[in-house]
Structure formats: structure tokens, C-alpha cells
């Protein structure tokens, strides 16, 4: 496989959204459930409205047009064709920012936030804030290879995305990410001390410590740790120990995929309003879909799904000694204290607890996200 930097762009084949269309006007639906809200999880109403709507309504030329209107492209790195975003800002001295997603996101959950970062000044701000930005899909995700061997965890590709980086160039950068993106920030940080400078992460998982003295802050985190575990971790479990055996349901049928996801917007995301959590809420009809299209399109369920697999049985992460802001969005999965962090992040620059935001931050709150992730990188450029 080349190890060339090759442009790329997505031109989806009409027979393919033909068929799509097909499989979902032949869904075949399960009955109503017998509660009046997402606690068996998404409803049928709502899927079905959602499906309707992908159907009769929904464009993804649209959508891919604005993957194509960023500079796209490939290249092979530990034998896996890595797709990535590489936009360059117009400011000489802008840091190289490396933006990771994590599960079931894509580099779409950062389509509101890359033109203010690459250019600051385009709402009046400084453009000592400038950034490159990469932004790699994760291997197994969207246009990226998926592995045919064990092996990809976190840990290797932190040290992909730092082959990525020395790749284009790139002698001193910083990263970022959330969810998964959180865990590969700092492991990229750990493969590349020496270039790496920096890492802002939007969701930090720490174990609690202190349980005979715990501050109200983390009295709260830990009764949502709890929740989690008891009622919205059965996702992980799943794709954690049988992602193939899931990915042949999520493979076969559209609605299924769809209803997988965006199950997990309505849960992760700050969406609440008159007292229902709702994620068409915070997000349109088009942006979750367009997320569920990168997945379907890609056939990316098992493959997707496989980071679990890959990496939450051997994976410990170790000490981090780079220098790392936190911010802390109050509706994410999990809420993190300052306390338990340090207990494994020795360099804190950064650390702040927003009033508002979840787990897709850069989707749902795009100018608070970047007013964090600046925040933090002026303690480190």
C-alpha cells in the first residue's frame, strides 16, 4: 500500500441511496413499547418518524458535498488506508491541531467548529488562536481501512496518528478529542512526547477516589457513573465482547443502525427541554443523519463497533506527564473531578466545568467548544 498522501473525495454511487431507500421502506417494525418514554430505549414514534423522514426527505448529496468542500485524503499507515481531513489555516503561525472522534461520532461532529478554529479572525478574534486541523477518521470508521487482524487499540493508533502527523510535517502539534478521541489524544501524547506539546480532551474518565470525603460535584458524577452502568452501558458490553455478532443486525438493516445511534444522542446529549430529553432538541433531522450515513454507507457496524473489543481488556493507560486541559461538560457520560484526573494526569494546565454541553460538545455547543479548546491552548502554545 501507497504510503503517498493521496487526495480523496466521496462520490457515493446512486444504486447504492436506491437501495437504501428499498431496505428502509421494507423495514420491518417491532411493536410499540410499553413505556412512554426512551427508557427501553428509542422509541418507535420517534424511528419511525426519523426513518420517514431519511426516506422521503433526507439529501445526502447534500451532505456530501460539505465532506468534499474539506480537503480530504488517504494514506497507508501500519497497513490500513487512514481517511482524514487536513485543513490548513490561513494564518502562518497557526498550531497544528490533531482532532479525533470517538463512537458512533465521525469528523462530522466537528463541521460547526473547523472554520472558526482554522480562522479566528472571521468573527473577530485573535489569530495567535489559529489551528491546522487533521482530523482522521478512526480505523474501522467511515472511508478509514478496517483492520483484518486484532491489534488496533487505542495504543496503536496513538501511535498512527503520530506517524500521521510526522507525515505531514508536522514538528510540534497539539491534540484534542472526546470519547475515543479523549483515550487516543493521550496515548499520541504518550507515543510522541517530543512532538506532541499539548492535549485538550472533552471527557475524562478517572476513578473515583476519596469515597469517605466526596464533594457534591463528585457525589453527582458518581451517581451518573452508577446510572450508566446499570441502564445505558449495554451498548459497550455488547460491542465489547461480540461486535460481530451485533454487526450482522446493524449491517442488514438501516433502521437498526439508526436507532443504535442516535439512541446514544438522545442520551449523551444536553437535549433537555419542558423536562424531555429529546435530541432533535439540540440537533437537526440532517445532522444525525448524516452521522448514521457515514456509518451505513461504509458498512462500518462491526468494524465500528471493534474499538471496544480491541481495547477495553488490555488497555491501561499509564501517567500522562504532557501538558492537558480538561474540560468537564455537565451532561457528558461521565464527569470526572479535578482530584480523581490528577490522579493519573500530572499536568494539568487547563480545567474547566461549563454550565452546559454533553458528550458531543463540538455538535451540540460548537461556540463554547471552541471557546474551551482555545482557552486551554494558550496555556500551551
Same mark, same amino acid.
Not at 480523496?8 to 446512486?14: A, E, H, V
Not at 426513518?51 to 426516506?55: G, R
Not at 503520530?162 to 478521541?181: I, K, P, V
Given at each position: 500500500?501507497?504510503?503517498?498522501?493521496?487526495?480523496?473525495?466521496?462520490?457515493?454511487?446512486?444504486?447504492?441511496?436506491?437501495?437504501?431507500?428499498?431496505?428502509?421502506?421494507?423495514?420491518?417494525?417491532p411493536e410499540q413499547e410499553p413505556v412512554e418514554n426512551w427508557d427501553q430505549g428509542a422509541p418507535l414514534s420517534f424511528v419511525q418518524g426519523l426513518?420517514?423522514?431519511?426516506?422521503e426527505q433526507y439529501d445526502w448529496r447534500r451532505c456530501e458535498a460539505l465532506l468534499n468542500s474539506w480537503p480530504q485524503f488517504k494514506t497507508a499507515?501500519?497497513?490500513?488506508?487512514?481517511?482524514?481531513?487536513?485543513?490548513?489555516?490561513?494564518?502562518?503561525?497557526?498550531?497544528?491541531?490533531?482532532?479525533?472522534?470517538?463512537?458512533?461520532?465521525?469528523?462530522?461532529?466537528?463541521?460547526?467548529v473547523i472554520a472558526d478554529l482554522l480562522d479566528p479572525t472571521l468573527k473577530g478574534g485573535s489569530p495567535d488562536d489559529a489551528f491546522h486541523i487533521?482530523?482522521?477518521?478512526?480505523?474501522?470508521?467511515?472511508?478509514?481501512?478496517?483492520?483484518?487482524?486484532?491489534?488496533?487499540?487505542?495504543?496503536?493508533?496513538? !501511535?498512527?496518528?503520530?506517524?500521521?502527523?510526522?507525515?505531514?510535517?508536522?514538528?510540534?502539534?497539539?491534540?484534542?478529542?472526546?470519547?475515543?478521541?479523549?483515550?487516543?489524544?493521550?496515548?499520541?501524547?504518550?507515543?510522541?512526547? !517530543?512532538?506532541?506539546?499539548?492535549?485538550?480532551?472533552?471527557?475524562?474518565?478517572?476513578?473515583?477516589?476519596?469515597?469517605?470525603?466526596?464533594?457534591?460535584?463528585?457525589?453527582?458524577?458518581?451517581?451518573?457513573?452508577?446510572?450508566?452502568?446499570?441502564?445505558?452501558?449495554?451498548?459497550?458490553?455488547?460491542?465489547?465482547?461480540?461486535?460481530?455478532?451485533?454487526?450482522?443486525?446493524?449491517?442488514?438493516?438501516?433502521?437498526?443502525?439508526?436507532?443504535?445511534?442516535?439512541?446514544?444522542?438522545?442520551?449523551?446529549?444536553?437535549?433537555?427541554?419542558?423536562?424531555?430529553?429529546?435530541?432533535?432538541?439540540?440537533?437537526?433531522?440532517?445532522?444525525?443523519?448524516?452521522?448514521?450515513?457515514?456509518?451505513?454507507?461504509?458498512? $462500518?457496524?462491526?468494524?465500528?463497533?471493534?474499538?471496544?473489543?480491541?481495547?477495553?481488556?488490555?488497555?491501561?493507560?499509564?501517567?500522562?506527564?504532557?501538558?492537558?486541559?480538561?474540560?468537564?461538560?455537565?451532561?457528558?457520560?461521565?464527569?470526572? $473531578?479535578?482530584?480523581?484526573?490528577?490522579?493519573?494526569?500530572?499536568?494539568?494546565?487547563?480545567?474547566?466545568?461549563?454550565?452546559?454541553?454533553?458528550?458531543?460538545?463540538?455538535?451540540?455547543?460548537? !461556540?463554547?467548544?471552541?471557546?474551551?479548546?482555545?482557552?486551554?491552548?494558550?496555556?500551551?502554545?
Open positions: 500500500m501507497s504510503e503517498d498522501i493521496r487526495p480523496f473525495t466521496i462520490d457515493i454511487p446512486d444504486d447504492e441511496l436506491q437501495q437504501l431507500r428499498q431496505r428502509i421502506a421494507l423495514t420491518r417494525w426513518a420517514q423522514y431519511w426516506l499507515i501500519d497497513g490500513l488506508d487512514i481517511h482524514f481531513l487536513h485543513c490548513r489555516s490561513p494564518h502562518p503561525n497557526a498550531m497544528p491541531l490533531l482532532i479525533t472522534h470517538g463512537w458512533p461520532g465521525s469528523v462530522l461532529e466537528f463541521r460547526h487533521v482530523a482522521p477518521s478512526l480505523p474501522g470508521f467511515a472511508f478509514s481501512d478496517k483492520p483484518s487482524a486484532p491489534g488496533t487499540d487505542v495504543e496503536r493508533i496513538g !501511535e498512527m496518528w503520530a506517524t500521521l502527523m510526522q507525515r505531514l510535517g508536522y514538528t510540534q502539534y497539539c491534540s484534542q478529542g472526546g470519547d475515543w478521541g479523549s483515550a487516543v489524544s493521550q496515548t499520541v501524547a504518550m507515543a510522541d512526547p !517530543e512532538h506532541c506539546v499539548g492535549v485538550h480532551i472533552n471527557m475524562v474518565v478517572a476513578a473515583p477516589t476519596n469515597l469517605d470525603d466526596l464533594t457534591d460535584f463528585e457525589q453527582r458524577s458518581l451517581a451518573k457513573l452508577q446510572y450508566y452502568n446499570r441502564w445505558d452501558s449495554g451498548y459497550s458490553n455488547q460491542q465489547a465482547s461480540r461486535p460481530q455478532t451485533v454487526g450482522y443486525g446493524l449491517a442488514d438493516s438501516p433502521v437498526g443502525q439508526m436507532a443504535w445511534i442516535v439512541e446514544k444522542f438522545q442520551s449523551w446529549t444536553d437535549s433537555e427541554k419542558d423536562g424531555v430529553k429529546n435530541p432533535l432538541n439540540i440537533l437537526s433531522k440532517d445532522e444525525l443523519l448524516d452521522n448514521v450515513m457515514l456509518y451505513w454507507l461504509t458498512n $462500518s457496524a462491526a468494524s465500528s463497533a471493534r474499538i471496544y473489543w480491541e481495547s477495553f481488556h488490555d488497555t491501561h493507560l499509564g501517567p500522562l506527564e504532557t501538558p492537558i486541559g480538561c474540560s468537564i461538560f455537565p451532561k457528558d457520560i461521565f464527569t470526572a $473531578s479535578r482530584r480523581w484526573a490528577e490522579t493519573r494526569l500530572k499536568n494539568i494546565v487547563y480545567w474547566n466545568e461549563p454550565s452546559e454541553g454533553g458528550h458531543f460538545a463540538a455538535l451540540e455547543k460548537p !461556540e463554547l467548544f471552541i471557546d474551551e479548546v482555545r482557552a486551554c491552548f494558550r496555556e500551551i502554545r
